[in-house]
């Protein structure tokens, strides 16, 4: 805490506090949908990255954002999926671009002190009201888990870019219901926060993760990229397995 010296009238010099508020940031992306169940993508998975607001990103941003312009590299947000199925914005660049591009925020991601928590559905007999139920359990029963966590924080903000009204409204019921006026719902945009952009990351890679462990194979956009599921595990997933907030 810090201490400040106030003057009042012809009186002693007196201390007060100043008050420090702890905050904890929570960016928050999602693959699949509450659809039904379809073979080809089985699983809805929610990612919760958390960061503690005192310890402060800045510098790595600004080295990420010198190496990315020092590639060439117009990547204001980057959306991990269309970077390896080279869709969209990365359609017209080569392999190895892309892949200096992922290299580059995979690093950035690594030396951020963040944590994650993933939220797995597998949709196969659950329908739309099933799957809400299931992340409305869990995500609670994490939160519950893990309260002394949580009640060190004076605010803890959601931010969520409400691609999905249905992931949108568990997440204000369970927080709100948890922590009250501590709570705040922030709607953003992928290309404000690198943390949104990490969450999709993590997002990403933990679906083709979760696939894998089903027994499914790598499509062809991510054996051309990755090159093996052994160089993916290795090199990416048991990195990113370490933030996993235990």
């Not at 002394?148 to 369970?174: E, M, P, R, T, W």
């Not at 089903?214 to 090199?235: A, D, H, I, V, Y």
């Amino acid at each position: 805490m810090l201490w400040v010296h106030l003057r009042r009238g012809y009186s002693s010099p007196f201390l007060i506090r100043e008050i420090v508020v702890k905050e904890l940031s929570i960016f928050v992306d999602e693959s699949g949908d509450f659809g039904e169940y379809n073979h080809i993508s089985p699983f809805y998975l929610v990612t919760l990255i958390l960061h503690e607001q005192s310890n402060s990103i800045n510098e790595q941003v600004e080295t990420l954002d010198l190496c990315l312009s020092n590639i060439n590299i117009d990547a204001k947000a980057i959306h991990t999926a269309p970077l390896i199925r080279r869709e969209d914005v990365y359609k017209v660049l080569a392999k190895d671009d892309r892949m200096k591009i992922f290299n580059t925020f995979f690093h950035f991601m690594r030396k951020v002190d963040i944590k994650y928590k993933n939220i797995i559905v597998e949709k196969k007999h659950k329908d739309s009201l099933d799957i809400n139920n299931y992340i409305s359990k869990k995500l609670s029963a994490f939160l519950k888990d893990n309260l002394c966590y949580f009640q060190q924080f004076d605010k803890i903000i959601i931010y969520y870019d409400n691609g999905q009204k249905q992931l949108a409204n568990i997440l204000v019921s369970v927080f709100s219901s948890w922590f009250h006026d501590k709570f705040d719902y922030r709607t953003v945009s992928p290309y404000e926060y690198r943390l949104f952009q990490v969450a999709d990351f993590i997002c990403t890679l933990s679906l083709i993760e979760n696939k894998l462990s089903c027994g499914q194979c790598l499509t062809k956009s991510e054996s051309l990229f990755f090159e093996s599921p052994r160089n993916l595990k290795m090199k990416y997933l048991k990195q990113i397995k370490r933030l996993n907030f235990e």
